[in-house]
């Protein structure tokens, strides 16, 4: 049974920082590429950041592209998301999720996701 359990959102004030993991289990983690996804209240769910199988490649929603940075240890099983200068606009539920086909901006593309952490910025 696979799991994505994600942890470490929480309130926090507009400039400050969260790291966000994302811990995965029933699954061979290193052959999957991950990706984060969120979304706000009244808002469709949309993509944030996706890395690749090896880490090797990332890419980024323009609207966090230099504050937010993902990351990924195989050794863990574990994916991070590093949010830095976040603003009250970044207040959302935020998702993992996990693909075996690469990194892809689509959330159709991903087969599992997680339950969801809240981040809450106040400005």
């Known amino acids: 049974q696979v799991q994505l359990v994600e942890s470490g959102g929480g309130l926090v004030q507009a400039g400050d920082s969260l790291r966000l993991s994302c811990a995965a289990s029933?699954?061979?983690?290193?052959?999957?590429?991950m990706g984060w996804f969120r979304q706000g209240p009244g808002k469709e769910r949309e993509f944030v950041a996706t890395?690749?199988?090896?880490?090797?490649?990332?890419y980024y929603a323009d609207s966090v592209k230099g504050r937010f940075t993902i990351s990924r240890d195989n050794a863990k099983n574990t994916v991070y998301l590093q949010m830095n200068s976040l603003k009250a606009e970044d207040t959302a539920v935020y998702y993992c999720?996990?693909?075996?086909?690469?990194?892809?901006?689509?959330?159709?593309?991903?087969?599992?996701w997680g339950q969801g952490t809240q981040v809450t910025v106040s400005s």
């Open positions: 999720a996990a693909n075996n086909i690469g990194t892809s901006y689509s959330s159709s593309d991903y087969a599992y």
């Open positions: 890395i690749s199988w090896s880490g090797g490649d990332t």
């Open positions: 029933g699954l061979r983690f290193r052959r999957y590429a």
